[in-house]
């Protein structure tokens, strides 16, 4: 019995801590493709391999700065980054299509420091843009890896945001 108490007690608290972070709030959205849906080819290599626009919500009072992250888990050889920024303004509600925010962008896996659309070489893919809110901005020049923004950013998230989209690259 007791074990049972600790254990409720325990995921209370983390759940008072998400809400009172603003985890469980925060949201990333696009009205260029619904959660879970098709991400239309002109945001891809199939396309104008142009950014979605994307809209920002809820973001925590006490985040600083907001970091943007797009990968593919489903790559051939792990995860795929496609697009970093970091020290985005935290006042940041809405990234224009073919537009990045105000801020510094990381080299992705394709070797540049811009967007790169969804590729997959085969099969559909699933797309992750996260949005993570954090307690400082971070130090790190543009063209940082995501390794090196992964741990940058270890210890400083008070909030986090995921919208997912699909694509299937066309024959």
């Known amino acids: 019995m007791p074990k049972v108490i600790v254990a409720g007690a325990l995921a209370l608290a983390l759940a008072i801590v998400s809400f009172a972070s603003g985890g469980a709030k925060m949201k990333i959205t696009s009205s260029a493709f619904q959660q879970g849906g098709n991400i239309p080819p002109k945001f891809t290599c199939d396309g104008g391999d142009t950014s979605p626009p994307l809209q920002i919500a809820e973001v925590p009072s006490g985040a ?12 051939p050889s792990g995860l795929f ?3 970093m920024v970091w020290n985005i303004s935290p006042q940041t509600n809405a990234i224009s299509e073919g537009s990045a925010p105000k801020g510094v962008q990381g080299k992705n896996d394709f070797g540049k420091t811009a967007y790169g659309g969804p590729c997959p ?3 559909t893919h699933r797309y992750y ?5 954090l307690d400082r901005e971070l130090d790190l020049p543009a063209g940082t890896k995501r390794v090196q923004l992964d741990a940058a950013m270890k210890g ?5 945001a995921e919208l997912m989209g699909r694509y299937s690259k066309r024959k």
Request: glycine share 8%; charged share 20%.
């Open 129 to 133: 843009f996260r949005l993570f809110a």
């Open 81 to 83: 980054t496609h697009w």
């Open 64 to 75: 600083k700065s907001l970091a943007l992250v797009v990968d593919d888990p489903d790559a």
């Open 156 to 160: 400083h998230l008070i909030g986090q």
């Open 121 to 123: 070489p085969s099969g």
